[in-house]
């Protein structure tokens, strides 16, 4: 969580924390098919989806 924790506190991590929506971003899912935002990385950290520092940062990375 401390990796997590570091990003979320980077200055343009603002814009990565919530889920994009439609209305936030028309056409956002026809160009990004596999859409993360950084609550939804650390659910999948906390509940063990990702239980590696690799697997976090290939997730980072897609986001």
């Known amino acids: 969580m401390r990796v997590w924790n570091k990003v979320n506190l980077h200055r343009v991590a603002g814009t990565f924390r919530h889920?994009?929506?439609?209305?936030?971003?028309?056409?956002?899912?026809?160009?990004?098919?596999?859409?993360?935002?950084?609550?939804?990385i650390k659910r999948q950290v906390e509940d063990g989806s990702i239980g590696t520092l690799g697997a976090l940062g290939r997730a980072l990375g897609v986001m």
């Open 19 to 40: 889920p994009v929506s439609e209305a936030d971003a028309p056409g956002y899912f026809k160009v990004i098919k596999e859409p993360l935002d950084l609550y939804s």
